[in-house]
């Protein structure tokens, strides 16, 4: 029996159970939740960085979402943040690669 002790998405036991097996589940509490979204994370990062499909980008974006909501903020909050961060500093638009500040 395959041992996987992560966190899945919503649907996963649902989708075991329909193919006739069988899901053996808990509900993590809110700190363990932190900890595995964080773990999720970078594992959806390194996926991403292994094959770049817009798949894995998606993948990375829902553990975003759901970090944002489980710290307490809204998404609308984390977008406004994000507005104002590339307002201030810019975005990655043009490509610059800093190489070095001399004094």
Known sequence: MPVYNKLVRDKIPEIIE?????AITTVLNDEEYLTELDRKLNEECA???QD?????????LEVIYAITLAR?????ELEQVRR?????CGGFNDRI???????
């Open 72 to 76: 307490g903020y809204s998404v609308g």
């Open 52 to 60: 770049k499909s817009i798949e894995e980008l998606a993948d990375m």
């Open 47 to 49: 996926e991403y960085q």
């Open 84 to 88: 104002d961060k590339a307002e201030k």
């Open 97 to 103: 690669f800093l190489k070095e500040v001399m004094e």
């Open 18 to 22: 329909n193919s006739g097996k069988k």
